[in-house]
């Protein structure tokens, strides 16, 4: 293991739960760790199931350099925000998509092009999600007109037991077709199925040039375990559950006992 740390160039990690607190603060201790590493001589990339616009906050703090993966991987962009590529659901994937998180009881969001799209602005989360992301969603009838552009599908209830029946569904059902994982306990996304953060890990080893055993990951929620087994060595954050844990090369703090800063030092600036 202390091998594998040696030889770390690059540390991608996930947002939510991970790098920032619960509260969906960036601490300061998380950024000057982000800093160390550069100093280190280690990359820093983030990668999320949030859309670009909704990271464009961390971009300065962070002084981030390398392509940002929005969506789980569904879009990439430069740290200018411009699009580098996406992947989108092909439009019957994504109708069919929409149906089964209904069928589940759960609500829906659409993500299309530039466009958050929810048919209740009321739903829960909606509020919340507006406030952590900075931008409000388009309100619509219906996502029929949507469905040539969209990047993800999101399922939300605050039944926990509902989204998971509905992620393990959409995995059976959509197969090969999509990729269906929770980014939290009452978030579903469902992409392409390129677009998860396993293929982020392999995408910025072909972009950046650094092997796959020369990336480190970390990350708390079932969709970061894809990146995990891509890469040389991974961290579960404190806050994740145990299955995600066991799938880690280690274990740091959880993000509100700064996972994150303990994570980098521990592991990594060693």
């Known amino acids: 293991m202390m091998n594998e740390r040696q030889h770390i160039r690059l540390l991608l990690a996930d947002v939510d739960g991970t790098l920032l607190t619960r509260e969906k603060i960036l601490t300061e201790r998380a ?7 550069r100093r280190a001589g280690i990359s820093f990339a983030i990668t999320s199931g949030r859309p670009p616009r909704g990271m ?4 300065e ?39 089964l998180i209904v069928e589940h009881g759960l609500d829906v969001w659409v993500y299309s092009g530039n466009d958050w799209l929810v ?30 552009k969209v990047v993800k599908v999101v399922g939300i209830s605050d039944a926990h037991a509902q ?8 995995q059976t059902i959509l197969g090969k077709q999509a990729t269906a994982a ?23 080893a072909d972009k950046l040039g650094i092997p796959s055993v020369q990336i480190a990951t970390i990350g708390d929620q079932p ?31 959880s993000c509100d006992q700064e996972g994150f800063a303990e994570a980098v030092a521990r592991y990594l600036l060693v």
């Open 223 to 253: 969709n970061d375990v894809t990146m995990f087994k891509r890469s040389g060595f991974s961290i579960a954050m404190g806050n994740a559950d145990e299955e995600v844990k066991r799938q880690a090369s280690a274990v740091t703090d």
């Open 119 to 148: 048919r209740d602005p009321k739903a829960p989360h909606v509020d919340r999600e507006a406030w952590t992301v900075k931008f409000a969603p388009r309100v619509v009838s219906d996502f029929a007109g949507a469905l040539d």
């Open 182 to 204: 929770r980014s939290q306990p009452y978030y579903l996304d469902i992409t392409h199925h390129d677009a998860n953060k396993g293929f982020v890990t392999t995408y910025l």
């Open 56 to 59: 464009a906050m961390l971009i």
């Open 163 to 170: 989204v998971a029946r509905c992620e393990a569904d959409a």
């Open 31 to 37: 950024r000057d760790a982000v800093l160390r590493l």
């Open 61 to 99: 703090p962070l002084a981030l350099d390398t392509p940002i993966a929005g969506f789980n991987g569904g879009q990439f962009v430069r740290p200018d925000l411009t699009i580098i590529e996406e992947r989108r659901l092909p439009p019957d994937i994504a109708k069919a998509a929409i149906d």
